[in-house]
């Protein structure tokens, strides 16, 4: 079992940036796969990065254009997103995840842990 904490949402003006923080506890976190997702009021959730055990990763490149940065700390079993030059459109819960395999996933279904989100609102 792994639980999931999520950090360091918040209100930010257009074009400020935010560093998200998701700190792990229970079973090994090293080997599992990390992502983020984020869900805006009246949508659904959607990807936004995913990384594996040895750091690679996988962003959705369409709708955030360079502009976010996934990263993992192992040692202290926390992972990032760093969020920059943000936009009214990426307002949402964001929620961190992760799964039993070792590989990156864009897959909502493939994770098996999930956080309770925490909450960027950006203003304009």
């Known amino acids: 079992q792994v639980q999931l904490v999520e950090s360091g949402g918040g209100l930010v003006q257009a074009g400020g940036s935010l560093r998200l923080s998701c700190a792990a506890s229970?079973?090994?976190?090293?080997?599992?796969?990390m992502a983020w997702f984020r869900q805006a009021p009246g949508k659904e959730r959607e990807f936004v990065a995913s990384?594996?055990?040895?750091?690679?990763?996988?962003y959705d490149t369409e709708s955030l254009k360079g502009r976010f940065t996934i990263s993992r700390e192992n040692a202290k079993n926390t992972v990032y997103l760093q969020v920059s030059s943000l936009e009214p459109e990426d307002t949402a819960v964001y929620y961190c995840?992760?799964?039993?395999?070792?590989?990156?996933?864009?897959?909502?279904?493939?994770?098996?842990?999930w956080g309770q989100g925490t909450q960027v609102t950006v203003s304009s």
């Open positions: 995840a992760a799964r039993r395999g070792s590989t990156p996933s864009t897959t909502m279904n493939l994770y098996d842990y």
């Open positions: 229970g079973r090994t976190f090293s080997t599992n796969a």
């Open positions: 990384i594996g055990w040895t750091g690679s990763t996988i």
